[in-house]
Each structure stands twice: as C-alpha cells, then as structure tokens.
C-alpha cells in the first residue's frame, strides 16, 4: 500500500475566496488581509486573495480590488503565487492592475450550474475563457482554470467524465497552465476520483491538473487520497473548511486546509506548511467570523488548548 507517494504536494489555499465569497456577514478588508498574511505566515506560497466578479453577484467580495492592491502593497506577500477569481476581460483588467501574476478562469462541466454561475452556456464561457486566457498569456500572466461540477450538479445529477475531457482539451488549447477540477457539491467517491483520472490522464499532463473538493458529505481527504494514487500532486483546501459556491445549493466547505496538511504531515509529504501556524490562522479566521468553523483538526486543537488553559490556571 502507498508504494509510490510523491515526495511533495502543492497546496492551493482558497480559503480568502472560496470560503469568504458564502459568508452572509461582510468582513472587513482589514481582517480578510490579516487572514490572508497569518496563512502566508504559514507557508502557503499560493492563495486565491479574492475574486473579481460582478460585486451584485458576489457583494462580500466586493472589496477585492482594494484588497488586491493592499496586498500587493506587502513585500512578503507580493512574493507569493497570489492569485484571484476572474470571469471576463472586465475582471482580467482589475486583477492586471492590482499586479496579480496569475488569475483563475471558472466554467462549469454542466449547463445549467453554467448558467446559473456565470449566466453563459458552457460554449458561451470557453468562449470567454479563450478571450481571457489570450490576454493574460500574452501579459506574462499564469491562468488557471476551475471546471466546476465534474462529478455532480446540483440541478442535473451526475456529470460524465467525458464532459470535463472535452473542456480540459479546449482549456490546454488556450495555453491554460492549470486546471482544478472542482467537486463543487462534495458528492463524489474515491472510485470515481480514479475514473475521471484516468479518462484525462492520456491528454492532461497529471502535473497540470489539481483537485478541488468541498467536504460535503465527508469524502474530501479520502478523495485526496484517490487523487495522490493517481498521480495529482496540487489539492485546494480552504482554512477551516470554510466555503461554498452560492450558485450551487447544498454546497458546503472546502476541504479544510489543516486536515489536509495533517494527514499529508503524517504521511511523509512535504507540502512546507507549519501546522501550528496554520491553527493560528485557522483560530483568527474564527475569531473574524465570530463562530467555530467546520475543519475537524481546528476542533481538536481548539479543545487541546482550551485543556491545556484550564490545567495552567489551575496550577496558579
Ligand atoms: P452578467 O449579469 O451576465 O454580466 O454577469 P454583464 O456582462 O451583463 O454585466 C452585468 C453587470 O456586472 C454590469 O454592471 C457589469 O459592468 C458588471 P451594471 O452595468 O449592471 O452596473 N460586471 C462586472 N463588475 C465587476 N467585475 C466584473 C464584472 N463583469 C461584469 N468582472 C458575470 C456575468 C460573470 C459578471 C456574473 O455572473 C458574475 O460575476 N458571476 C460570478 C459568480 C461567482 O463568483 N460564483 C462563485 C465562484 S465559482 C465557485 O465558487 C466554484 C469554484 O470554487 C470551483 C468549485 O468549487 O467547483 C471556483
Ligand atoms: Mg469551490
């Protein structure tokens, strides 16, 4: 068993994005910054800062030029692979003026979840995605490209694979650097991780794809796992389990971003995050928030240090 595990992983951090865009509450520009400078602490060398999209769609990111310029304005940030959600030349033109050295593409492998997210069909959003990506590439930008729904859509059920093989050869095409497939819905199985690899595997350079599960229905780190297996060496993960997409019901948090660095630390996998670090992020996060958030090793170490508190007082 796990005879062949990479020496490493990336680990994209989406958390700022993907997690903040489903809060009902708005958070400061202030505290997403701290946030995103606590999880650099770290060692995550890419964050997904915020997005770009149409602030009626997405009002908590809202701020995101802002925020954007402000964390380009931190050497130590400004360093890192920082990177923001970009939907069309609009969105691409905001991100280029903020400095962002790479931007995220999104379509969706279904119509409807197409429709729904971004108002396009999925011709409609290559279309746009080419449109972008031709701009970006020729501006020295990296692109990469989330297909949203490949194993589940929340308003037609199953997704086949075949249906992210079309758009990931249209993608390549474009000259996008990388493509997350994203289990938007948290519905899909270590099995159908596998399939959908090996579908791709013949036309995608493994080192091109990375996954992108939300732990919906709790089978995010055994999915990883099914990924590792099949050679995906870049997972996203989410501090906290924070996220959701708000155009897809039911979705919840991304795969928390502390069980994953735990479970690959345990494993022998170097991914250069410092765990007792990231708690801290994953702890000022629930501060911003005001409430626990969903990421079980957060919950442990949240009560260890509350045991540890008591027995401290105790001795005084
Ligand atoms: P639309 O209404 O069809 O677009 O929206 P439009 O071109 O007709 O523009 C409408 C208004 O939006 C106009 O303003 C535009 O200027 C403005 P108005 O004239 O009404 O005042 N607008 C913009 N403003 C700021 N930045 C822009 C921009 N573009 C247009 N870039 C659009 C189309 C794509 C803009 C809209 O549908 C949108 O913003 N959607 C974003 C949806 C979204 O962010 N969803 C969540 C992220 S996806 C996700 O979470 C999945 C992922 O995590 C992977 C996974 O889990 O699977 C990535
Ligand atoms: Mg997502």
């Not at 940030?77 to 790479?102: F, I």
């Not at 069909?121 to 990506?133: K, P, Q, R």
């Not at 990469?144 to 589940?152: K, L, M």
């Not at 791709?200 to 229905?217: G, I, K, N, Y």
Request: proline share 5%; net charge negative; hydrophobic share 45%.
């Amino acid at each position: 068993m796990f005879e062949t595990l990479p020496a490493s992983i990336q680990v994209v951090e989406v958390g700022p994005r993907d997690g903040l865009q489903n809060e009902a509450a708005t958070i400061a520009t202030a505290d997403k910054l701290k946030l995103i400078e606590a999880l650099a602490q770290a060692g995550l060398d890419q964050i997904e800062i915020t997005s770009f999209v149409s602030p009626k769609w997405i009002p908590q990111l809202a701020d995101g030029p802002d925020l954007a310029r402000q964390v380009m304005q931190i050497d130590s940030l400004s360093r890192l692979q920082t990177s923001a959600l970009v939907p069309n030349l609009k969105g691409y033109s905001a991100a280029k003026e903020a400095g962002l050295k790479q931007i995220n593409l999104f379509m969706s492998a279904s119509e409807s979840h197409s429709k729904k997210n971004i108002n396009k069909s999925i011709d409609e959003a290559l279309a746009t995605m080419a449109e972008v990506a031709q701009v970006a590439k020729a501006d020295g930008k990296r692109v990469r490209c989330y297909v949203s729904v490949v194993f589940a859509c929340p308003y037609e059920g199953p997704i086949a694979p075949q249906a992210s093989l079309d758009i990931c050869r249209k993608l390549l095409d474009m000259g996008v650097d990388e493509i997350s497939l994203g289990d938007t819905i948290g519905a899909a199985t270590p099995n159908q991780v596998v399939a959908l690899i090996k579908l791709l595997a013949p036309e995608v350079p493994l080192a091109r794809l990375a996954l992108h599960f939300h732990d919906t229905r709790g089978t995010a780190l055994a999915n990883v796992l099914a990924g590792i297996e099949s050679g995906i060496t870049i997972f996203d993960a989410s501090i906290g389990g924070l996220g959701g997409c708000p155009y897809a019901p039911g979705a919840s948090g991304n795969l928390a971003t502390e069980d994953l660095i735990y479970m690959l630390n345990g494993m022998g996998i170097k991914t250069g995050v410092d765990l007792e670090k990231l708690t801290k992020a994953g702890f000022l996060a629930q501060e911003i928030l005001g409430r626990p958030l969903p990421g079980r090793y957060l919950k442990a170490r949240f009560a260890e240090c509350a045991l540890q508190e008591k027995k401290e007082s105790q001795k005084v």
